[in-house]
Protein backbone atom coordinates (compact mmCIF):
# COMPACT_ATOMS: atom_id res chain seq x y z
CA UNK A 1 0.00 0.00 0.00
CA UNK A 2 2.64 2.36 0.82
CA UNK A 3 4.29 1.74 -3.06
CA UNK A 4 1.12 2.88 -4.36
CA UNK A 5 0.67 6.16 -2.53
CA UNK A 6 4.78 7.11 -3.00
CA UNK A 7 3.59 6.66 -6.45
CA UNK A 8 0.33 8.94 -6.26
CA UNK A 9 2.07 11.32 -4.43
CA UNK A 10 5.06 11.08 -7.13
CA UNK A 11 2.86 11.31 -10.09
CA UNK A 12 1.11 14.39 -8.28
CA UNK A 13 4.27 16.14 -7.93
CA UNK A 14 5.61 15.57 -11.57
CA UNK A 15 2.41 17.20 -12.23
CA UNK A 16 2.51 20.08 -10.62
CA UNK A 17 5.91 20.58 -11.43
CA UNK A 18 5.12 21.12 -15.40
CA UNK A 19 2.33 22.68 -14.58
CA UNK A 20 3.59 25.47 -12.69
CA UNK A 21 6.78 25.30 -15.66
CA UNK A 22 4.16 25.84 -18.16
CA UNK A 23 2.65 28.65 -16.67
CA UNK A 24 5.78 30.26 -15.85
CA UNK A 25 6.99 29.95 -19.27
CA UNK A 26 4.25 31.72 -20.97
CA UNK A 27 4.23 34.59 -18.87
CA UNK A 28 7.87 35.63 -19.22
CA UNK A 29 7.47 34.56 -23.08
CA UNK A 30 4.71 36.80 -23.36
CA UNK A 31 6.68 39.51 -21.41
CA UNK A 32 9.44 39.36 -23.49
CA UNK A 33 7.75 39.13 -26.69
CA UNK A 34 5.28 42.64 -25.68
CA UNK A 35 9.01 44.10 -24.68
CA UNK A 36 10.48 43.85 -27.99
CA UNK A 37 7.09 43.98 -30.46
CA UNK A 38 5.39 46.72 -29.05
CA UNK A 39 9.20 48.80 -27.86
CA UNK A 40 11.34 47.34 -30.84
CA UNK A 41 12.50 51.09 -31.16
CA UNK A 42 13.62 51.07 -27.41
CA UNK A 43 15.53 48.34 -26.29
CA UNK A 44 17.95 50.47 -25.13
CA UNK A 45 15.94 50.65 -21.87
CA UNK A 46 13.75 48.56 -21.85
CA UNK A 47 15.33 45.12 -22.59
CA UNK A 48 17.95 43.07 -21.76
CA UNK A 49 20.33 44.08 -24.85
CA UNK A 50 19.92 46.75 -27.54
CA UNK A 51 18.62 45.84 -30.42
CA UNK A 52 19.39 48.58 -32.98
CA UNK A 53 17.25 47.36 -35.95
CA UNK A 54 13.37 47.34 -34.58
CA UNK A 55 12.55 44.79 -37.12
CA UNK A 56 14.95 41.99 -35.74
CA UNK A 57 13.43 43.04 -32.17
CA UNK A 58 9.91 42.60 -33.69
CA UNK A 59 11.04 39.40 -35.35
CA UNK A 60 12.20 37.91 -31.80
CA UNK A 61 9.51 39.49 -30.49
CA UNK A 62 7.18 37.28 -32.41
CA UNK A 63 8.73 34.61 -31.89
CA UNK A 64 8.42 34.79 -27.89
CA UNK A 65 4.46 35.98 -28.64
CA UNK A 66 4.12 32.59 -30.89
CA UNK A 67 5.60 30.73 -28.10
CA UNK A 68 3.66 32.12 -25.48
CA UNK A 69 0.51 30.92 -27.34
CA UNK A 70 1.42 27.26 -27.84
CA UNK A 71 2.56 26.70 -24.17
CA UNK A 72 -0.32 28.15 -22.80
CA UNK A 73 -2.21 25.79 -24.75
CA UNK A 74 -0.57 23.12 -23.47
CA UNK A 75 -0.77 23.98 -20.20
CA UNK A 76 -4.51 24.01 -20.04
CA UNK A 77 -4.78 20.17 -21.49
CA UNK A 78 -5.24 17.31 -19.11
CA UNK A 79 -2.57 14.69 -21.33
CA UNK A 80 0.90 14.32 -21.56
CA UNK A 81 0.36 13.36 -25.12
CA UNK A 82 -1.00 16.69 -25.72
CA UNK A 83 1.09 18.92 -23.19
CA UNK A 84 4.24 17.23 -24.45
CA UNK A 85 3.69 18.94 -28.03
CA UNK A 86 5.81 21.89 -26.94
CA UNK A 87 8.70 20.11 -24.94
CA UNK A 88 10.84 19.47 -27.98
CA UNK A 89 10.66 23.05 -28.41
CA UNK A 90 11.31 24.52 -25.94
CA UNK A 91 14.14 22.53 -24.94
CA UNK A 92 16.10 23.59 -28.60
CA UNK A 93 14.90 27.05 -28.03
CA UNK A 94 16.06 27.54 -24.36
CA UNK A 95 20.32 25.59 -25.17
CA UNK A 96 19.96 27.87 -28.62
CA UNK A 97 19.42 31.31 -26.93
CA UNK A 98 21.54 30.28 -23.62
CA UNK A 99 24.38 29.31 -25.93
CA UNK A 100 24.13 32.29 -28.24
CA UNK A 101 23.82 34.57 -24.89
CA UNK A 102 26.64 33.06 -23.29
CA UNK A 103 28.37 33.83 -26.92
CA UNK A 104 27.74 37.51 -26.72
CA UNK A 105 27.82 38.51 -23.21
CA UNK A 106 28.85 42.22 -23.69
CA UNK A 107 25.79 42.87 -24.77
CA UNK A 108 23.66 42.50 -21.91
CA UNK A 109 23.45 45.74 -19.36
CA UNK A 110 21.42 46.27 -16.11
CA UNK A 111 19.35 43.90 -13.91
CA UNK A 112 17.45 43.06 -17.28
CA UNK A 113 20.12 41.29 -18.59
CA UNK A 114 21.63 39.72 -15.78
CA UNK A 115 17.69 38.10 -15.47
CA UNK A 116 17.78 36.99 -19.19
CA UNK A 117 21.03 34.87 -18.51
CA UNK A 118 19.66 33.47 -15.01
CA UNK A 119 16.57 32.34 -16.71
CA UNK A 120 18.16 30.63 -19.59
CA UNK A 121 20.61 29.15 -17.14
CA UNK A 122 18.31 27.37 -14.67
CA UNK A 123 14.99 26.86 -16.96
CA UNK A 124 17.13 24.31 -19.18
CA UNK A 125 17.79 21.85 -16.17
CA UNK A 126 14.33 22.20 -14.45
CA UNK A 127 12.65 21.16 -17.87
CA UNK A 128 15.17 18.61 -18.36
CA UNK A 129 14.46 17.32 -14.96
CA UNK A 130 10.80 17.23 -14.67
CA UNK A 131 9.89 16.17 -18.77
CA UNK A 132 12.30 12.75 -17.72
CA UNK A 133 10.49 12.23 -14.52
CA UNK A 134 7.05 12.12 -16.84
CA UNK A 135 8.84 10.61 -19.73
CA UNK A 136 9.80 7.31 -17.34
CA UNK A 137 5.93 6.74 -16.11
CA UNK A 138 4.78 3.27 -17.47
CA UNK A 139 2.64 3.33 -19.97
CA UNK A 140 2.03 5.09 -24.08
CA UNK A 141 0.67 8.14 -25.03
CA UNK A 142 -2.71 7.62 -26.63
CA UNK A 143 -3.61 8.51 -30.14
CA UNK A 144 -6.94 10.64 -31.04
CA UNK A 145 -7.41 8.82 -33.26
CA UNK A 146 -7.89 11.20 -35.97
CA UNK A 147 -4.85 12.25 -38.78
CA UNK A 148 -4.08 15.26 -39.80
CA UNK A 149 -4.94 16.08 -43.53
CA UNK A 150 -2.26 14.53 -46.08
CA UNK A 151 -1.73 17.59 -47.62
CA UNK A 152 -1.44 19.87 -44.10
CA UNK A 153 1.37 17.09 -42.58
CA UNK A 154 3.05 17.57 -45.97
CA UNK A 155 3.22 21.58 -45.82
CA UNK A 156 4.49 20.93 -42.08
CA UNK A 157 7.17 18.66 -43.39
CA UNK A 158 8.16 21.53 -45.73
CA UNK A 159 7.80 24.30 -43.47
CA UNK A 160 9.94 22.11 -41.01
CA UNK A 161 12.62 21.67 -43.08
CA UNK A 162 13.19 24.87 -44.79
CA UNK A 163 12.88 26.83 -41.08
CA UNK A 164 15.22 24.39 -39.92
CA UNK A 165 17.74 24.78 -42.50
CA UNK A 166 17.45 28.44 -42.86
CA UNK A 167 17.41 29.23 -38.92
CA UNK A 168 20.92 26.86 -38.58
CA UNK A 169 22.52 28.77 -41.22
CA UNK A 170 21.81 32.03 -39.61
CA UNK A 171 22.93 30.63 -36.15
CA UNK A 172 26.31 28.98 -36.91
CA UNK A 173 26.98 31.79 -39.73
CA UNK A 174 29.58 34.56 -39.05
CA UNK A 175 27.58 38.16 -39.04
CA UNK A 176 28.86 38.71 -43.07
CA UNK A 177 27.37 35.72 -44.05
CA UNK A 178 24.37 36.42 -42.44
CA UNK A 179 23.21 39.84 -43.88
CA UNK A 180 24.67 38.37 -47.59
CA UNK A 181 21.47 36.06 -46.61
CA UNK A 182 19.04 37.85 -44.96
CA UNK A 183 17.36 41.62 -45.64
CA UNK A 184 17.97 43.71 -43.33
CA UNK A 185 21.06 44.30 -40.86
CA UNK A 186 22.02 42.02 -38.12
CA UNK A 187 24.78 41.61 -35.62
CA UNK A 188 26.17 38.18 -34.37
CA UNK A 189 23.43 37.93 -31.53
CA UNK A 190 20.31 38.92 -33.04
CA UNK A 191 21.53 36.66 -35.98
CA UNK A 192 21.67 33.96 -33.48
CA UNK A 193 18.30 35.05 -32.11
CA UNK A 194 16.23 34.78 -35.24
CA UNK A 195 17.75 31.59 -36.49
CA UNK A 196 16.95 29.90 -32.97
CA UNK A 197 13.11 30.98 -33.62
CA UNK A 198 13.22 29.87 -36.73
CA UNK A 199 14.65 26.57 -36.13
CA UNK A 200 11.94 26.16 -32.83
CA UNK A 201 9.33 26.97 -35.50
CA UNK A 202 10.59 24.04 -37.61
CA UNK A 203 10.73 21.75 -34.51
CA UNK A 204 7.28 22.76 -33.60
CA UNK A 205 6.00 22.11 -36.85
CA UNK A 206 7.86 18.29 -37.41
CA UNK A 207 6.61 17.39 -34.37
CA UNK A 208 3.04 18.08 -35.29
CA UNK A 209 3.87 16.18 -38.45
CA UNK A 210 5.21 13.24 -36.47
CA UNK A 211 2.52 13.01 -34.16
CA UNK A 212 0.39 13.17 -36.94
CA UNK A 213 -2.79 13.45 -34.83
CA UNK A 214 -5.44 16.28 -34.70
CA UNK A 215 -5.88 17.00 -31.41
CA UNK A 216 -2.29 18.36 -31.16
CA UNK A 217 -3.11 20.75 -34.01
CA UNK A 218 -4.66 23.54 -32.32
CA UNK A 219 -2.06 24.93 -30.48
CA UNK A 220 0.37 24.62 -33.20
CA UNK A 221 -2.45 26.68 -35.39
CA UNK A 222 -2.97 29.26 -33.20
CA UNK A 223 0.93 30.16 -32.65
CA UNK A 224 1.29 30.08 -36.41
CA UNK A 225 -0.81 32.76 -37.01
CA UNK A 226 0.31 34.43 -34.11
CA UNK A 227 4.41 34.36 -34.98
CA UNK A 228 3.32 34.80 -38.65
CA UNK A 229 0.64 37.64 -38.07
CA UNK A 230 3.33 39.47 -35.79
CA UNK A 231 6.00 39.07 -38.87
CA UNK A 232 3.73 40.37 -41.51
CA UNK A 233 2.31 43.43 -39.66
CA UNK A 234 6.07 44.32 -38.50
CA UNK A 235 7.89 43.72 -41.70
CA UNK A 236 5.08 46.82 -42.88
CA UNK A 237 5.38 49.26 -39.92
CA UNK A 238 9.26 48.82 -40.20
CA UNK A 239 9.68 48.64 -43.87
CA UNK A 240 12.28 51.23 -43.96
CA UNK A 241 14.77 48.19 -42.22
CA UNK A 242 13.79 45.75 -44.80
CA UNK A 243 15.40 45.30 -48.25
CA UNK A 244 12.69 45.31 -50.68
CA UNK A 245 15.41 45.10 -53.54
CA UNK A 246 16.48 41.32 -52.34
CA UNK A 247 15.10 38.49 -53.03
CA UNK A 248 15.20 37.21 -49.51
CA UNK A 249 12.89 39.78 -48.59
CA UNK A 250 10.51 38.39 -50.54
CA UNK A 251 11.03 34.93 -49.95
CA UNK A 252 10.63 35.34 -45.76
CA UNK A 253 7.32 36.82 -46.67
CA UNK A 254 6.15 34.20 -48.89
CA UNK A 255 7.06 32.07 -46.05
CA UNK A 256 5.32 33.52 -43.31
CA UNK A 257 2.31 33.71 -45.69
CA UNK A 258 2.37 29.99 -45.98
CA UNK A 259 2.38 29.67 -42.10
CA UNK A 260 -0.61 32.10 -41.65
CA UNK A 261 -2.24 30.20 -44.45
CA UNK A 262 -1.63 26.47 -43.17
CA UNK A 263 -2.24 28.02 -39.40
CA UNK A 264 -5.78 29.85 -40.24
CA UNK A 265 -6.76 26.35 -41.79
CA UNK A 266 -5.42 24.36 -38.74
CA UNK A 267 -7.73 26.78 -36.48
CA UNK A 268 -10.41 26.62 -38.41
CA UNK A 269 -10.61 22.63 -38.73
CA UNK A 270 -10.01 22.49 -35.32
CA UNK A 271 -12.49 24.57 -34.16
CA UNK A 272 -15.49 22.74 -36.66
CA UNK A 273 -14.03 19.90 -34.40
CA UNK A 274 -14.68 21.34 -30.86
CA UNK A 275 -10.73 20.72 -30.00
CA UNK A 276 -10.60 24.19 -28.84
CA UNK A 277 -13.51 23.22 -26.21
CA UNK A 278 -12.37 24.16 -22.38
CA UNK A 279 -11.01 21.21 -20.28
CA UNK A 280 -13.13 19.43 -17.74
CA UNK A 281 -12.71 20.65 -14.29
CA UNK A 282 -11.45 23.62 -13.15
CA UNK A 283 -8.42 24.43 -14.69
CA UNK A 284 -6.32 22.19 -16.83
CA UNK A 285 -3.43 19.48 -15.96
CA UNK A 286 -0.92 19.38 -18.59
CA UNK A 287 0.41 16.01 -17.61
CA UNK A 288 -1.98 13.61 -16.52
CA UNK A 289 -0.08 10.65 -15.09
CA UNK A 290 0.85 7.84 -17.24
CA UNK A 291 0.53 4.55 -15.04
CA UNK A 292 -0.35 0.99 -16.36
CA UNK A 293 -2.12 0.68 -12.93
CA UNK A 294 -4.87 2.56 -14.02
CA UNK A 295 -6.70 0.73 -16.97
CA UNK A 296 -8.52 3.70 -18.01
CA UNK A 297 -5.22 5.70 -18.44
CA UNK A 298 -2.81 3.96 -19.37
CA UNK A 299 -2.79 4.62 -22.85
CA UNK A 300 -2.06 8.24 -22.81
Given at each position: ?????????D?????????????VL??????????????????????????R????????????????????????????????V??????????????????????????????????????G???????????????????????????????????????????????????????????????????????????????T?????????R?????????????????????A????????????????????????????????????????????????????P???????????
Amino acid sequence: MSGAGDVAVDSREVTRGMHVLLYVLTALTFLVGTQLLVLAEYTDRFFSWTIRVPMSAAFIGGGFWGAAVVVFWCARQREWARGRVVVPTVAVVVVMLLVASLQNLSEFHGLLGLAWIEVYVLFGPALGAITIMQVVRPGVDRHSGDRLPAALRWILILQAVVAVAVGVALFASSSSLAESLWPWVLSDLTSKAIGTWLVGTGVTCAVVALLDDRAAMPGWALAQITFAGALLLSVARFSGDVAFDEISAWLLILYFLSMLASGSYGALLALKEGRFAPVEGVGGIPVEPRLAAEPSRSHL
